[in-house]
């Protein structure tokens, strides 16, 4: 009986204890805490309405569902995912459950998103390339572009990490389109 009241997952606390048992009866007291529903949700933060209402969209928190631990994770994970896509790699995401006078299984959620500085490309390092001039590479390379040169000024200059694979996959196929065709990347990394 436990392990289905659990699987319902609208309950954070399940107890069954005997009070009584008399010959061959028994008397059980089932104790169910339910979980809080969502009464209102507000994000927190340096953001712009923009962004607060795509992030509205996004998340699986909704008002009046219940609140359970996987939904606040799936709800930071999605939040995390988003700020990664537009180049905020150390954003930070803290959600707040404050009750609320409406109803004793209600709470308020606050999310509170601090997103951090966005990360740019500085420069790009090519070690061991004698075929192509850095301005090919460059040309190839055309999401992951540094900052500072006067031929990228309309370029962006953010990181985004599927960007940057892209372009690594591009720079490998143009090395074998001129006829190298074991042209590989043999280590890179990110700093």
């Known amino acids: 009986v436990m392990k289905r009241f659990w699987k319902q997952g609208l ?55 219940q609140l359970t631990p996987n939904l606040l994770d799936r709800t930071k994970r999605v939040i995390k995912d988003y700020f990664d896509d537009k180049g905020f790699y150390e954003s930070q995401i803290k959600i707040e459950e404050k009750p609320t006078s409406v109803g004793k299984s209600m709470v308020d959620v606050n ?26 590479i460059d040309r190839v390379m055309k999401k992951t572009n540094p900052k500072g040169r006067l031929a990228d000024f309309f370029r962006t200059k953010k990181y985004v990490e599927n960007e940057y694979k892209n372009d690594k996959k591009a720079l ?20």
């Open 11 to 65: 309950f954070s606390d399940v107890k069954i204890s005997a009070t009584k048992i008399v010959g061959d009866s028994i008397w059980l007291d089932i104790k169910l805490d339910q979980r809080s529903k969502i009464n209102r949700i507000e994000i927190i933060g340096s953001l712009t309405k923009n962004e607060k209402d795509e992030i509205t969209a996004k998340i699986p928190l909704k008002k009046g569902s």
């Open 111 to 136: 999310i509170k998103i601090n997103k951090g500085e966005k990360v740019r490309v500085h420069s790009i390092i090519v070690e061991g390339n004698d075929a192509l001039k850095f301005s090919k």
């Open 172 to 191: 490998i196929n143009h090395y074998k389109k001129i006829g190298y065709r074991d042209a590989r990347i043999v280590s890179d990394s990110v700093v």
